[in-house]
């Protein structure tokens, strides 16, 4: 069987050019993000730059893929005359490129949380490292997108929480999930575990324990649930339900006023299927 493998390989060139010698902003591209170039600026990592993908039509080496990299190295190294790494098709049309820009993520698969929490946790990332332990010793696990009994699948709620309000308040919202619902699966959604953060940063040592424990612990998970959808959406909501039931034959109550403006944007992406609710 003679099998041509060539044919399996791109008929590509790599060449170091200057971004100043680069033209992107094609017609059938997304116009440049501003917020996307300063994301990968702030979090510039040289091992993370890909070969960026030129055509080279009569003599002018058009990006297809890669505006926002140029762009970010550009911003990081404050010269446009740095160079980047181009694989560079020569024999592409115009329609052809715009072609191979529509199809390439077709086939593209984003890495979950979870695979990519793990393998932060393979490089000894210390971060990553303190947040698996820290659930370890409330005797839960870490999972994917299958909730079960005692597994947090919220990995991104997690790191949120320890990037915004810390280890210690992570803790605490651990501590007060478990001790109240007993690991109960929707008890840890990434919903619930944002808005007991925001109720402890909210009101801090305020918010009782015991009470909040002895209160909540009697109210299903489903009442919480429909309770937050028929106040907002996301972790507010969640917070806000959370909240009505502790106030309840309360003396003292804590004002629902003291919620706003104590979380991070992060905290009202609605990362949790809490489907089996709806009919």
């Given at each position: 069987?003679n099998?041509?493998?060539n044919?399996?390989?791109?008929?590509?060139?790599?060449?170091?050019?200057?971004i100043?010698n680069?033209?992107s902003?094609?017609d059938?591209?997304r116009s440049l993000?501003?917020?996307q170039?300063?994301?990968?600026?702030?979090?510039?990592?040289?091992?993370?730059i890909n070969?960026?993908?030129?055509?080279?039509?009569d003599?002018?080496?058009?990006?297809?893929?890669?505006?926002?990299?140029?762009?970010?190295?550009a911003?990081?190294?404050?010269?446009?005359d740095?160079p980047v790494?181009?694989?560079?098709?020569?024999?592409?049309c115009?329609?052809?490129?715009?072609?191979?820009?529509?199809?390439?993520q077709?086939?593209?698969?984003s890495?979950?949380?979870?695979?990519t929490?793990?393998?932060?946790?393979?490089?000894?990332?210390e971060?990553?490292?303190?947040?698996?332990?820290l659930?370890?010793?409330?005797?839960l696990?870490?999972?994917?997108k299958?909730k079960?009994y005692?597994t947090i699948?919220a990995?991104a709620?997690?790191?949120n929480i320890?990037?915004?309000?810390?280890y210690h308040?992570l803790?605490?919202?651990?501590?007060?999930?478990?001790s109240?619902?007993?690991?109960?699966?929707?008890s840890?959604?990434?919903?619930?575990l944002?808005?007991?953060?925001?109720?402890?940063?909210?009101?801090?040592?305020?918010l009782?324990?015991?009470?909040?424990?002895e209160?909540?612990?009697?109210?299903?998970?489903?009442t919480?649930?429909r309770?937050?959808?028929?106040r907002?959406?996301g972790?507010?909501?969640?917070?806000e339900?959370m909240?009505v039931f502790?106030?309840?034959?309360?003396?003292?109550?804590?004002?629902?006023?003291?919620l706003?403006?104590?979380?991070?944007?992060?905290d009202?992406?609605d990362?949790?299927d809490?489907?089996?609710?709806?009919?």
């Amino acid at each position: 069987m003679n099998t041509d493998l060539n044919a399996y390989v791109p008929d590509v060139i790599f060449e170091k050019i200057p971004i100043k010698n680069l033209v992107s902003c094609q017609d059938y591209q997304r116009s440049l993000s501003e917020s996307q170039i300063l994301k990968i600026a702030h979090e510039f990592d040289l091992h993370q730059i890909n070969p960026v993908k030129v055509s080279r039509r009569d003599g002018i080496n058009y990006v297809f893929d890669g505006q926002h990299t140029i762009e970010a190295v550009a911003l990081v190294s404050n010269s446009r005359d740095t160079p980047v790494w181009c694989m560079i098709y020569d024999h592409l049309c115009y329609e052809h490129e715009a072609h191979i820009f529509a199809e390439q993520q077709k086939h593209h698969r984003s890495v979950a949380p979870f695979d990519t929490f793990n393998a932060h946790l393979e490089s000894g990332s210390e971060k990553h490292l303190l947040i698996r332990d820290l659930v370890y010793s409330y005797n839960l696990e870490l999972g994917s997108k299958k909730k079960r009994y005692g597994t947090i699948c919220a990995i991104a709620a997690l790191e949120n929480i320890f990037d915004t309000y810390g280890y210690h308040v992570l803790d605490k919202v651990l501590r007060i999930l478990v001790s109240t619902w007993e690991g109960e699966m929707y008890s840890l959604s990434g919903n619930t575990l944002n808005a007991v953060a925001r109720l402890i940063a909210a009101y801090g040592d305020v918010l009782n324990e015991e009470t909040f424990k002895e209160r909540l612990g009697l109210i299903p998970m489903k009442t919480i649930i429909r309770t937050a959808r028929e106040r907002r959406p996301g972790s507010l909501g969640y917070a806000e339900a959370m909240l009505v039931f502790y106030n309840k034959k309360c003396k003292y109550r804590l004002s629902m006023r003291k919620l706003y403006g104590t979380a991070s944007d992060e905290d009202d992406l609605d990362d949790d299927d809490d489907s089996y609710m709806d009919g």
